[in-house]
């Protein structure tokens, strides 16, 4: 496995503002994903962050929205763009280990945003 | 498209028992894998167990062991001498064997082990 931290681990934020999360691991991954927890519900894959290019972005999900940066192997950043309380929910990032079985994926410890 | 699907939105057990949270999915794909997370009160996801659709045994992990029905697109999580520590949502996981690399979640089971 590998350790995947998040920052921040929560976050209050008021309405139409934006909010920035980061996803750091400590092995050399081949792809990382960010996911949408809602409220009591599953998770939704928001996109796949590519290194060096535009994310893969799933349907219902747009880049002016979630912006998502990935510069290097092993960091990656999901944007929150003029906030909504729509947004309130847990943001997960989850990565596919260099060298990985079975195409697992490992989930970082997720962002629970709340927008007022 | 792939669905997966978990019928039990709640269940709850006395330690020590046995539990068997169900899961079913549908897709036209001939191979993939099929995942059962844990989602304790924390909010980490664990992989619990993992299972590729070409092997016909049923995966085990120490405590946990699937019961994988691939004609019946059926993969349910048998919890056996459960612990306290085994309380959490559990979400069941599909993902095609090649292409798109992302999972589609079932809506989850909350599974309350009691002392």
């Known amino acids: 496995s590998a350790v995947i931290s998040q920052k921040p681990s929560r976050d209050i934020c008021q309405r139409g503002t934006s909010l920035t999360i980061q996803c750091q691991v400590d092995?050399?991954?081949?792809?990382m994903f960010w996911y949408r927890q809602q409220p009591g519900q599953s998770l939704t894959l928001i996109a796949t962050?590519?290194?060096?290019?535009?994310?893969?972005?799933e349907s219902g999900f747009v880049i002016d929205k979630f912006p998502i940066s990935r510069p290097n192997l092993t960091f990656s950043t999901l944007t929150v763009s003029n906030m909504s309380p729509e947004d309130s929910s847990i943001y997960l990032c989850?990565?596919?280990?260099?060298?990985?079985?079975?195409?697992?994926?490992?989930f970082g410890p997720g962002t629970r945003l709340t927008v007022l | 498209a792939q669905t997966v699907t978990q019928s039990q939105p709640e269940m709850s057990v006395q330690e020590a028992e046995t539990v068997t949270l169900s899961c079913t999915y549908d897709t036209s794909e001939n191979n993939y894998y099929l995942f059962w997370y844990k989602q304790p009160p924390s909010r980490q996801m664990i992989l619990v167990i993992r299972q590729e659709a070409y092997k016909q045994q049923n995966a085990t992990e120490n405590r946990f062991s699937v019961n994988f029905q691939k004609a019946a697109k059926s993969f349910s999580l048998k919890i056996s001498d459960s612990q306290l520590g085994d309380t959490a949502m559990y979400f069941c996981?599909?993902?095609?064997?090649?292409?798109?690399?992302?999972?589609?979640f079932g809506q989850g089971t909350r599974l309350t082990i009691n002392p």
């Open positions: 989850s990565v596919r280990l260099a060298g990985g079985r079975y195409n697992e994926q490992f």
């Open positions: 092995s050399q991954v081949t792809m």
């Open positions: 996981a599909f993902m095609k064997y090649r292409g798109a690399q992302k999972l589609v």
């Open positions: 962050a590519n290194q060096g290019s535009e994310a893969t972005y």
